[in-house]
């Protein structure tokens, strides 16, 4: 009995101790994330909450420039191009070296991109047209296509192009390609390394302070997972954190202005839309698929759900992308229209189901909105949501009549909206999930893919753009903002439309 | 019986609960549409890349084969690789047991403390004013839904007031305790990391209460009617009768008895709280088992899933031997058996 | 005394022990206040629900985008939420929607578990241990991993989850019931009808039942408001009920995004949900207390 009432006065005692400082030295930048990562191999992982760590401990041949969608030099000095786009021949910087003192050589790079194709996964897609990576010396390196590729340089900013250490393969595993180990580990040469990873509780990022490019100003970053959007808030706030990944725009939007507080905001190619099922009848029909793009209150929707924080699609390519044209048909709301068609196509009592999940939290609120719409022209909707793997296997499977998407390029191409939403191989997950099929789009777009004339594959993007929106197979609501609320002594960021999430931590510092 | 056979008994009953338990998870989780290969790959894979992915995972086999290559793994202690982190799950469970026992132990430990006084209040007092409000605060308690005390509770002793940390387990400033259990407050009594236990105890004491609260009504009530059945009894009575002052009577002799009950309440509740804890772990970022249990089943890491229910499961049945065992201790007549 | 009087006391000597013993029952009710507070709460969620339609001053679903967020005001009493809605409409047809869950919950869970328990502790034997173990292993089972797995596969809807929750609170009942019938097999009732060859699925129905009922019906109670609050917790994380539809406990999750700025959307349905979970509470409270054979006389 004694010894636990002396226990508890301790532990009382503990509670009470004041910490000597319990903030954390300015150096350090705190990034409040929703949820932890899964893995960390560049061969491996797809999406862009991964690559928030991977993006800074890798180096890439190209970087994009700043705020723009073009590329320019990191490792690679410089490049040609043979006259027919099939062979790149890539001249390297000398002076790399990887974390561990291992120089960084052509040998790396054929390295790194041979293990991408390999293991085959996810980011292997975008090098789908690389044939062979061949070292031509020490410092240079050369890359063969099977097919001319224009997007090719922005696929190689792209994170599946990291330039891994090939001393990694020491941990490789019964052929994993050591798999396994990058999946925890960080091996490059970039600005960050790996410190500590604690599931569910923090990732911590040191800086390297021998990186190439000039050591980085903030020292330490801590990735705190906080689930709860409203104590990120509080968080934010208190001066606790200096970013907040998890907030709701109505979060984001009472933020501003708040002393201590920026909001950044950015036009972004995040695009949401709703697939429409074009196998299923009636909706095999283009005019049922036009009254129901006549019947959405596209404005509504940005205006209540994204507080404003969004445009309006006109076309499948977003704006801030080339091939986007403001010749390309808008829909507008137009409910007498949206009922004409209906009567031509002759459906009445249309009944249609709409599969979304909680994965984005906005789909909710839009799924009511076009719910109240669709009544408007005598269509009722019934939403169905399901967990994101199970929502995922039918729209893989086409099990579903309308279906809520969001979208974001992984480089600066039209590419990453036009075939893979458009080309009638690629159906389901893979990118076409209306099931859309038209063998004019299909021959336009394919054409397209593998010129390399900039005009010629605008013109041919243009003219696709125009026979889809007849189609209509998706509705396209709208392009989204980037939104992030950060404390105003975070100095140096720069968002880039290709790497959301990802942080420019090497030019970033905290006053 | 003496106590050994009694728990080796225990222990071999056990054994065909737990199959029962990976036979209907395993049903469960595999008829579920969804194919995790898919969300792995991500979303621009091709049909190829997901193809292979399947036969990596082994998810093509028959289900039947599936479930014997995972009991054979079972055996070996092996609770096989999370699809979704491709960690062994046995290394992810184990790093976020502690986090789950800690808050867990924690907030029995308070709602004991608080309860048993409260208890023994009400009973004395029974229908009294102070009865009657135990009793609203009590309703209260279990009544509101976790969140919403979570949440204020933040927003008052955190955000506003600034007494209390924010979410996780322990400063960020603060490096974790030296130590294996991975116990924070036990680790670091025991490096003799002041600093770290300090923090940890200030971490835990927001979503320790907001999880006491719940159980605080049904323990309290608990210990108030077996209060009331004990002293009613005739060797209170004997003892009242002999002059015995009422605070020997209630502290010597009826509250060991009446304690019986409770540590029913208090096994059932650790078994509970363990995996269900879940709301209180989201809300203060408490990286325990609910939150990966959430996680898993989100993503359809079967592999996670299964190993989280075993888990809980044995858990859950160990409280309850605990509580047998305990039975014994508190009250003679009680033998195991 | 009238000889109608006469029939009915001759009636009363008559009737069964557990007859009698109900009837007693709902006397003691009477005189309990607290008892009679969790009634009161009861009815008035019963007749909200009922005349939902004519109380409710606007539709619950219709959303109204120009009105979001708009704070409690003469035209909306409770304010309206992120689409505009009426909180106030809302939480009256919520209402509907907790006596759904309430009823669904404890009808299957409680009839299941008590004819499982009733079966198992009648016969004894193999068989009623094999059930018990069952029994243990659903008990053991974390629950929301099953609401879970049911609402991935099915697909989360609000009758999914009270499948699920039903389906762990079997063990209760059949635990409880369990007990009883235990000791109720020994009673001479019992024994008299079993040397007249009555049929086991007659016993049990005129006997076992009726002798666990005052007992099941406390954790009934209890368990309503349990339910109610179960299935909050299930929406909350996005597995119960789906929008548009109004549960009080998707509400609560809705509205705690805009807890700082916006209260009224989580604090009226959360509201709700504490005076229902107290009312059935108090009433089940009551009635164990009215129930318990050391108190009752």
Not at chain 1, 466 to 473: A, E
Not at chain 2, 31 to 38: E, H, L, N
Not at chain 2, 47 to 54: G, T
Request: with cysteine; proline share 6%; aromatic share 10%.
């Amino acid at each position: 009995m004694r010894i636990a009432r002396s226990v508890l006065v301790l532990l009382v005692v503990a509670l009470l101790v004041p910490l000597q400082s319990g903030r954390a030295a300015e150096t350090t930048l705190v990034i409040l994330i929703p949820s932890d990562v899964a893995n960390l191999d560049p061969a491996f992982c797809m999406d862009n909450v991964e690559w928030r760590q991977t993006y800074v401990a890798y180096d890439r041949l190209v970087q994009y420039d700043g705020k723009s969608t073009k590329v320019k030099p990191m490792l690679a000095e410089s490049w040609d191009i043979s006259p027919d786009g099939k062979v790149y021949t890539f001249r390297l910087r000398r002076d790399v070296k990887f974390w561990d003192g291992t120089p960084l050589d052509a040998n790396a790079v054929k390295f790194s991109f041979d293990r991408v194709q390999k293991m085959g996964k996810g980011p292997s897609e975008a090098f789908t047209a690389l044939s062979e990576v061949k070292v031509i010396d020490a410092y240079t390196v050369q890359m063969v296509l099977r097919h001319p590729f224009a997007p090719f340089l922005s696929c190689l900013a792209t994170n599946g192009g990291g330039i891994v250490n090939p001393k990694v393969m020491r941990q490789a595993k019964n052929g994993d390609l050591a798999h396994e180990y990058l999946s925890t580990h960080l091996m490059g040469s970039g600005p960050y390394k790996l410190k500590e990873w604690v599931r569910d509780q923090h990732i911590i990022l040191e800086a390297n302070p021998n990186y190439w490019g000039g050591k980085p100003k903030v020292s330490t970053v801590v990735m705190k997972i906080v689930p709860e959007p409203g104590v990120q808030r509080m968080m934010l706030l208190r001066g606790e954190a200096h970013i907040a990944e998890g907030l709701l725009i109505e979060q984001i939007q009472k933020l501003r202005g708040e002393k201590g507080i920026v909001v950044v905001e950015e036009p972004s190619q995040y695009c949401c839309y709703v697939y429409i099922n074009t196998q299923r009848k009636p909706l095999d029909n283009p005019k049922v698929r036009q009254a129901l793009a006549h019947a959405v209150d596209y404005q509504g929707i940005i205006k209540s759900v994204l507080q404003g924080c969004g445009t309006q699609m006109r076309g499948p390519i977003p704006t801030g992308m080339w091939g986007h044209s403001e010749s390309v048909f808008q829909y507008q709301r137009d409910v007498a229209k949206a009922k004409q068609l209906l009567a031509e196509a002759g459906v009445e009592d249309l009944r249609l189901k709409i599969l979304y999940s909680d994965r984005v939290p906005t789909w909710a609120q839009e799924v009511m909105i076009l719910q109240a719409n669709f009544r408007d022209i005598g269509v009722k909707l019934e939403p169905e949501m399901y967990a994101y793997a199970t929502m995922r296997d039918k729209i893989d499977r086409g099990d579903f009549d309308l279906c809520m998407g969001v979208w974001m390029p992984d480089y600066a191409d039209p590419y990453m909206f036009m075939t893979y939403w458009f080309d009638s191989t690629n159906f389901g997950l893979a990118g076409n999930r209306a099931f859309y099929s038209n063998p004019k789009v299909d021959a336009l777009i394919r054409k397209a893919a593998v010129s390399t004339s900039q005009p010629e594959r605008e013109r041919l993007y243009l003219d696709a753009q125009k026979i889809i929106m007849q189609d209509c197979p998706y509705i396209f609501l709208y392009q989204k903002n980037y939104l992030l609320a950060m404390r105003s002594n975070v100095k140096g960021f720069v968002y880039n439309p290709m790497l959301t999430n990802i942080y420019n931590l090497l030019d970033m510092w905290i006053e | 019986m003496n106590m050994v056979t009694f728990v080796s008994r225990r222990l071999v009953a056990m054994v065909p609960v737990l199959l029962g338990v990976t036979i209907l998870t395993f049903l469960l989780s595999h008829v579920i549409p969804g194919d995790p290969a898919r969300l792995l790959v991500g979303q621009k894979a091709s049909d190829e890349v997901v193809k292979r992915m399947r036969e990596e995972l082994g998810l093509n086999d028959p289900l039947h084969i599936q479930y014997w290559n995972y009991l054979k793994q079972l055996l070996r202690g092996d609770l096989g690789t999370s699809i979704r982190n491709r960690r062994p799950v046995v290394q992810d469970l184990a790093e976020r047991f502690p986090a789950s026992f800690e808050l867990t132990f924690v907030s029995l430990f308070i709602c004991v403390i608080i309860a048993i006084p409260l208890g023994i209040l009400t009973a004395v007092r029974r229908n009294h004013v102070v009865d009657h409000v135990t009793r609203v605060l009590a309703l209260l308690g279990v009544s509101t839904p976790v969140f919403w005390w979570g949440l204020l509770l933040l927003l008052i002793f955190y955000f506003r007031l600034g007494w209390l940390p924010g979410p996780g387990r322990i400063d960020l400033a603060v490096p974790p305790p030296a130590g294996r259990t991975g116990l924070y407050i036990l680790d670091s009594l025991l490096s003799r990391d002041w600093r770290a236990l300090g923090s940890s105890l200030r971490h835990l004491v927001l979503p320790a209460f907001c999880l006491s609260y719940v159980y605080l009504a049904i323990m309290t009530r608990m210990i108030r009617s077996s209060m009331l059945d004990v002293l009613n009894l005739d060797y209170i009575r004997t003892a009242r009768a002999n002059g015995l002052p009422e605070r020997a009577i209630i502290f010597r002799h009826a509250l060991r008895n009446a304690l019986v009950p409770t540590v029913t309440i208090v096994g059932l509740s650790f078994g509970e709280l363990i995996g269900g804890a879940i709301l209180t772990e989201t809300i203060f970022a408490w990286p325990g088992l609910g939150s990966y249990m959430v996680d898993s089943v989100l993503f359809l890491d079967f592999p996670a899933i299964m190993g989280c229910t075993i888990l809980v499961c044995l858990i859950y049945m160990t409280a309850n031997l605990v509580v047998d065992i305990a039975y014994g201790f508190l009250d003679p007549r009680i033998r195991w058996g | 005394m009238c000889p109608g009087a006469a029939e009915r006391s001759y009636g009363l000597r008559e009737m069964s022990p557990w007859m009698k013993d109900f009837l007693f029952t709902i006397r003691l009710v009477y005189r309990n206040p607290l008892a009679m507070a969790g009634i009161v709460i009861i009815t008035c969620l019963v007749l909200v629900a009922v005349f939902a339609p004519l109380l409710a001053p606007y539709s619950p679903i219709d959303i109204s985008l120009d009105e979001r967020l708009s704070p409690p005001s003469a035209s909306h009493l409770l304010g309206t939420d992120e689409m505009g809605r009426d909180i106030l409409s809302r939480v009256i047809y919520g209402a509907r929607i907790s006596i759904r869950i309430a009823v669904t919950v404890v009808t299957i869970g409680g009839a299941v578990g008590s004819i499982l328990g009733a079966t198992a502790g009648y016969l004894r034997g193999r068989m009623g241990s094999i059930i018990m173990r069952v029994m243990d292993m659903i008990l053991a089972f974390p629950a929301l991993v099953l609401c879970m797995v049911l609402a991935a596969a099915l697909g989360p809807s609000l009758n999914n989850a009270l499948l699920a929750i039903a389906f762990v609170q079997i063990p209760k009942y059949a635990r409880l019931v369990h007990g009883q019938a235990l000791s109720l097999r020994e009673k001479h009732y019992v024994l008299a009808a079993r040397s007249m060859a009555a049929s086991t699925p007659w016993i049990i129905w005129h006997h076992i039942f009726p002798g666990c009922l005052s007992s099941v019906l406390v954790l009934a109670t209890m368990g309503m408001g349990e339910a109610i609050l179960l299935a909050a917790s299930l929406s909350f994380i996005g597995l119960g009920a789906q929008p548009p539809e109004p549960e009080w406990g998707a509400m609560v999750a809705m509205g705690r995004q805009y807890l700082m700025d916006h209260w009224w959307l989580a604090t009226f349905p959360g509201l709700a949900i504490l005076v229902v979970a107290v009312g059935f509470n108090i009433l089940g409270d009551a009635l164990r207390d009215i129930l318990d054979p050391r108190l009752r006389r």
